[in-house]
């Protein structure tokens, strides 16, 4: 059965990449036993672009060190891969993005701590003017522990209301 080129050539290629992207995800999962505890702290697996490993670092000295250790962090990706998956290692500063090494966490719940009443509030309401910022401020704070928190954040916008369904 004869097929277009374009046709083999796409399916090759998609296998190629989900190669790729499978050998990334391995080196993710096991970065630290790959590279060692040491190396692991100064850089963190970012992302693959093709057959380059990028790799980030939090500082850049760091980033220029790991340069110098470039050739041993590829030997030792491919060593555990067992092929040469990667041919090139770049350097990026992580700044506020999250390494790919990282395990994913439950987010941290908050919680409003209670509230105590200070034990002198409203001695200063007829001392201070209730026209300035100041005075305006006290007086909410004493209202604030005398009718209890409110709901912080803007009202509905209205709609419709969620009722119970008749069945």
Same mark, same amino acid.
Request: proline share 8%.
């Given at each position: ?17 989900? !190669? ?8 993710? !999962? ?13 850089? !963190? ?114 709609? !419709? ?7």
């Amino acid at each position: 059965m004869l097929r277009r080129l374009s046709e083999s050539l796409d399916r090759f290629v998609a296998e190629k990449e989900a !190669r790729h992207r499978r050998n990334f995800v391995e080196v993710c !999962r096991r970065w630290v036993t790959i590279v060692g505890p040491e190396t692991a702290e100064l850089v !963190r697996p970012l992302g693959h672009r093709r057959r380059d490993l990028i790799l980030g670092a939090d500082d850049p000295v760091v980033m220029q060190e790991m340069h110098f250790a470039a050739p041993e962090i590829l030997s030792l990706v491919n060593a555990a891969l067992g092929q040469e998956a990667f041919d090139r290692v770049r350097f990026d500063l992580l700044g506020d993005r999250v390494s790919l090494d990282a395990l994913r966490t439950a987010p941290p719940r908050f919680t409003t701590p209670p509230t105590t009443r200070p034990e002198h509030l409203g001695g200063l309401i007829g001392a201070l003017d209730p026209t300035t910022p100041v005075g305006r401020c006290y007086a909410k704070y004493v209202a604030y522990f005398e009718t209890g928190p409110k709901p912080s954040g803007r009202p509905s916008r209205g709609g !419709r209301k969620k009722t119970g369904r008749a069945a």
